[in-house]
């Protein structure tokens, strides 16, 4: 299922992963806000929720990638 996952270089996705999980880098990452506002019950607005999504699906191909990577190497 995720065979094309596998064919992109760890660059290629840490990068993406990095900016934008931590942009804008002040006052907030807007990462870390949306999980804070999903948490307390306030992500409501659509546009928050395509901002979570946004910044957020890189980091989750990232952690995807590692651990199918940790699995084909035992």
């Not at 506002?37 to 395509?50: C, K, N």
């Amino acid at each position: 299922m995720f065979n094309w996952l596998d064919r992109i270089p760890m660059h290629m996705i840490v990068l993406p992963a990095l900016l934008l999980g931590l942009a804008p880098f002040v006052p907030e990452p807007h990462l870390w806000e949306k999980l804070k506002m999903l948490m307390a019950g306030t992500l409501h607005r659509p546009i928050d929720i395509f901002d979570l999504l946004l910044h957020g699906i890189p980091v989750i191909l990232l952690i995807i990638k590692v651990i199918r990577g940790e699995r084909e190497s035992e």
